[in-house]
Structure formats: structure tokens, C-alpha cells
């Protein structure tokens, strides 16, 4: 729903930096959402935008652009652990989370 | 950990049959949601409950109902269950509808 785009697969290298995009309709947009999920556990949360800009939260930050209908996710200093699927989820109208399909992230040493 | 449990863990069901899925919230998150994860996806949004009323709704169903309590558990019901509900559900508390939500384990469902 909210035709909500992130890329399906990505792999980065040990120690390195990864972007993950996410685009969404932004028609009754409040907010966005980013979470991990490893292979067979709930989702965790990571971070919360609401306005525009970069909100910084240890190796990983996250950018919004409300006008844009864009946000990334950036992690640093990529360790063997991040290896998970990453969960871009925008707010509407204060009460419907949608996720997208996710992308998964591959490290490799 | 969340604080968030949800139960069964498993649970296998046949083609028509109906099924309740529980979930126990963290004290004081008024509001619950509740996800059905396929394979291979993201979560997709069935409906969240503030304060024991529905309080938004995804495209499922009718067949697909919920209840919460006033001491934080909620349920899923789906009725005349179909192939394509086999899944994971998910349910996820906030404090207030429009924050960080902390998910529960999840209930793997199965339907032969």
C-alpha cells in the first residue's frame, strides 16, 4: 500500500557504508519509520522522522524529505550483525503504519 | 525484549475454520496494531484499536475482527479461513497512535 518503494536486496562489505532508499506517496503523510528484522524475529525499531533532515542515532542515521516523498537509511561502519532485512514504514493520518517489502542487506566480511 | 507476548507461537488450521490469535501489550500502551507478514515481505497493516475501539483499518476483509481489553490483550479473529492466510501475524503496542511501536514475537499460522 501507499505504493511505498525500497530495493529488494543489497550486500556491502564489513566496515563499510550502506544507503537504503524508500519512496511513498505522501498524501496524508505524519511520518516515517525505519526498523530491522532479522530472519525469523519481529521487527525492532530504529528511527523516527517527522521533519525534514537527518536525525543521527550511532552508526545509523536516517534522512527524510517530505516534499520529496524520500527518506534513506544509512549505516556505518557495517558489521556482520546488520545483516537483516531493513523496513521503511511511513505514517498516514496518524493511525495506519504501511511497510514496505523491505530490503534485505547482505555484509560480507 | 518488548514486553509485548503474543500466543500461540504456532498454530496449524484447516480450510473454513476460525481462529483467535492473542496478544498481551505493555502497561500503559493504549494502542495496539496488528500485521499479517508473508513470506518474504513486509508487514501488511490489518487494523489497530485505541482505547477498546477500532481506530483504523487496512484492505482486509470483515472476516478478519479484533477486540482489545482494558488491561492491554487484544485478539485477531479471522473467520472461514482460506490458504492465503497462512502467515505471520504481528501484533505491535504504542503509547498513543502515532509512536514507536514495539512488536510482539509474532504467531505463525498455518492454514491446509
Known amino acids: 500500500g501507499q505504493n511505498i518503494d525500497q530495493p529488494t536486496e543489497m550486500t556491502a562489505t564489513e566496515g563499510a557504508i550502506v544507503q537504503i532508499n524508500c519512496t511513498y506517496q505522501?498524501?496524508?503523510?505524519?511520518?516515517l519509520f525505519w526498523y530491522q528484522q532479522h530472519a525469523g524475529e519481529a521487527p525492532t525499531f530504529l528511527s523516527y522522522?517527522?521533519?525534514?533532515g537527518l536525525e543521527e542515532k550511532g552508526r545509523f542515521s536516517s534522512f527524510l524529505s517530505r516534499s520529496k516523498g524520500y527518506s534513506y537509511l544509512l549505516l556505518k561502519e557495517l558489521q556482520m550483525k546488520d545483516s537483516a532485512s531493513y523496513l521503511c514504514?511511513?505514517?498516514?493520518?496518524?493511525?495506519?503504519?504501511?511497510f514496505g517489502s523491505g530490503t534485505k542487506l547482505n555484509v560480507k566480511p | 525484549e518488548t514486553g509485548v507476548t503474543q500466543s500461540p507461537t504456532h498454530l496449524i488450521k484447516t480450510r473454513g475454520q476460525q481462529v483467535t490469535l492473542r496478544c498481551s501489550s505493555q502497561?500503559?500502551?493504549?494502542?495496539v496494531s496488528w500485521y499479517q507478514q508473508a513470506l518474504g515481505q513486509g508487514p501488511q497493516f490489518i487494523f489497530q484499536?485505541?482505547?477498546?475501539?477500532?481506530?483504523g483499518r487496512g484492505n482486509f476483509p470483515p472476516r478478519f475482527s479484533g477486540l482489545q481489553f482494558p488491561n492491554y490483550s487484544s485478539e485477531l479473529n479471522v473467520n472461514a479461513l482460506e490458504l492465503d492466510d497462512s502467515a505471520l501475524y504481528l501484533c505491535?503496542?504504542?503509547?498513543?497512535?502515532?509512536?514507536?511501536?514495539?512488536f510482539g514475537p509474532g504467531t505463525r499460522l498455518t492454514v491446509l
Open positions: 514504514a511511513p505514517l498516514y493520518n496518524f493511525n495506519k503504519f504501511y
Open positions: 522522522n517527522v521533519l525534514d
Open positions: 484499536y485505541y482505547r477498546e475501539e477500532e481506530n
Open positions: 505522501t498524501s496524508g503523510f505524519n511520518g
Open positions: 505491535a503496542s504504542t503509547r498513543g497512535a502515532a509512536n514507536e511501536q514495539f
Open positions: 502497561s500503559g500502551h493504549n494502542t
